[in-house]
């Protein structure tokens, strides 16, 4: 199992913000199973809106990055700027994020602090 810690889930936002709407089938699956859980939670607005706080540990520096590869980049001179860095960004132990579904017209929104990173559209119920 994979521990999500702050900086990998801040990639993953950032992955998914790019993309929006899922490709591959096993992955709307999945965003569908995480809407079934967040619909259970109370509505708090128009179109269905729903919110949560939640949580990530920071991880280590490790966790952040590779020093290396910060130096290659030209990011950082040395390890202290890169330990610095890595303190500017996650300051904190826990980093908190504000996550927001919205449902309008068929259509389910999933914002991250502000962040659209997945919509999806109901597909149509096979009638018999």
């Known amino acids: ?7 990998l889930l801040d990639n993953l936002i950032k992955i998914a913000s790019g993309t929006l709407e899922a490709s591959d089938d096993a992955t709307k699956e999945h965003i569908m199973l995480l809407i079934d859980k967040i ?13 949560i706080w939640l949580w990530a540990e920071c991880g280590t520096i490790e966790d952040f990055g590779d020093f290396n590869e910060y130096l290659e980049w030209g990011d950082v001179e040395n390890h202290e700027e890169f330990c610095d860095l890595w303190r500017c960004y996650y300051p904190d132990e826990l980093k908190w994020y504000k996550l927001i579904f919205i449902s309008y017209r068929d ?11 997945f919509q999806i559209t109901n597909e149509p119920q096979q009638g018999y």
Do not use: N, Q, S
């Open 107 to 117: 259509v389910h929104y999933i914002y991250f602090d502000g962040k659209l990173v």
């Open 1 to 7: 199992m994979i521990k999500i810690v702050a900086p």
């Open 39 to 51: 619909k259970t939670l109370a509505i708090c607005g128009d179109d269905e809106r729903r919110d």
